[in-house]
Structures are given as structure tokens and as C-alpha cells.
């Protein structure tokens, strides 16, 4: 299972063509999308990069060398952030013995982006020392950042977020015909992980086809390699699984007609014995879009940084 993506995918602009008649007034240019993620690849990357640098330095906390810490703070946070990092780093900062904490950006895509501010969803490995003994774990963040000058600065940082509502695009040409895909295989995505992560121990085998409807390439062929086995156990194990409405999900990289959807995905579900439990599981998508569709190709549990 793949543990690193490449980064950031440089997306070509569609290019639009419009005629003119000698003495008519020429057309005017379209409008810019809404939302600029993805548009201006440079652009996202910088913001990305930025972000990346930010929650790697506010996020990895010495307690030996705190000046250092505090700066990091004041250069990459607003004052409603260092107060929300504050909180968040309560228990190390107050631990009696030395820790270090080291927080390193796994995956990142921009959930919004205009030339002012961004929305980025981001998964982290974070490594904890602490009296020789060492802890891993991963997190998940939205975090909302604004440019002053020529710095991005973090104002409001958001653990285990949930979808965020944002309008259409409107269609068009070049760019605006960019957003509009980026936005339908984010939807696709959405489709597809809903799909997927929901079990009906009931019906084994509706729950397998309908695996089997969003899937393409060397996904659909594992379904179906694993058919039998897999709709056994389904049918054993008695638990039921479906994916919360609230998950959030970005497109990480736009490639002709493949893209790759990082997805914060919330699952709601109850075991064989009728215990409830929510759990909280960052994907990866890999998509392709079909005649029919977007349909999956491949999907990637994000995993801790070795």
C-alpha cells in the first residue's frame, strides 16, 4: 500500500477559442472560478507549501527549546490559531518530563482557494518522545489561511473537520471548465467512498455489487478475485457500516481524465452485538473518469510516515 504521493500534479489550462467579426465588439472574457484550487497549479502549491511549512514547525514542540516554538507561532499563526495550538499542545507542554513532539505533512489538498485565502485538509504523522519512550499516530486538520503580503498565516485550525459547503462553479471554458471537473470528481469521490464504506450484513451480495458498480481498473478486478470470500464474510461478521454524511473530501491532483481525492471520511458503525462506534479514516482515491462516470481505480488507507 502506497504511503507517499507525489505532491502536487501540474494541470494544463484547457485552452478556449472564441471568433470575432470585423466591427462587432469583441465578447467578454469570462470570470474566473470561484474557487481557484487546482486552476493555477503554482499558485495551490505555494499555498500548500506554505501551509506544510507552518504545521510542521507550530506542531513540533521541544520542550527544551521553547523560544523556538514560540517563534514559530508568531510567524506562522494568527492570535485565534496560537490559541486553538495552545490548547491542542496542553498535555505536552505540561508533561514533568522532556518531550519532543515531531509533526510531519503526510498529504494535503486545498478544499478552497482564492487569491487571499485558502481552505486546506491536511493528514500529519506525528512522533512523540517522552522519557525514552516513543508513541506515532496521524492526524487530520482543516486549516483556513490568509495571505499577508507575501506569507500565507494559519487564522483557524480544525481537528477531525467536516464537509465544507461551498457553491458551484459556474460553467465555461478554460479555467472555469477546470473547476467544474475538479468539483465533480471531489463529488465523484464522495459517491464512491459512500459506496464503498457501507456494509449491510444483510445483503452480502447487493453490498458487493454495488462495490463492483464503482469500480474500475485493478480495483474492480480485486472485487471481483475476492468475491466469494469477501461476501462470506460480510455475512459472518454481522457489522454495518455507512459513511456520515459530514465527510470531507479535496482533489489532491487533476490529470486528463484521472484524479486523486483525499478524503477525511467519518463511518458510523455497529457491530454484530448493536455497539456503536464512529470512526475516522483518511483515504486516498485514486479515480478515473468513465463514459458512465468516476469510478475507482484504486483506494489508499493514509498511513503514519515510517
Known sequence: MKRRWAGLAVLLALAGCTTTVSGAARPEPESPPANLALVNPAQTASVLGAVKTAIEAVFSYDSTALPAHEKATNEHLAPAAREEVAKLLTTVRNSPEPVKLVTRVIVSAAVEQTPDKAQVLTVVDQNSTRAAATSKGIASVLLSTTREGDRWRIGEIKVNPTRVQLPPEKPGAGDRAIAVTRDSARDGG?????????????????????????????????????????????????????????????????????????????????????????????????????????????IELVQALP
Open 190 to 298: 464522495l459517491r464512491i467512498a459512500e459506496t464503498l464504506l457501507h456494509v449491510d450484513p444483510a445483503d452480502p451480495e447487493g453490498t458487493y455489487a454495488r462495490y463492483e458498480s464503482v469500480a474500475t481498473g485493478p480495483l474492480l478486478t480485486q472485487f471481483q478475485q475476492g468475491k466469494a470470500a469477501q461476501v462470506t464474510q460480510i455475512r459472518s461478521a454481522g457489522t454495518k457500516s455507512s459513511m456520515d454524511p459530514k465527510s470531507i473530501a479535496a482533489v489532491m491532483e487533476l490529470v486528463d481524465d484521472k484524479a486523486s481525492v483525499l478524503l477525511y471520511a467519518t463511518t458510523n458503525v455497529v457491530d454484530a452485538q448493536g455497539k456503536a462506534q464512529e470512526k475516522n479514516l483518511p483515504i486516498v482515491l485514486r479515480l478515473q473518469r468513465l463514459p458512465e462516470g468516476w469510478k475507482a481505480a484504486n
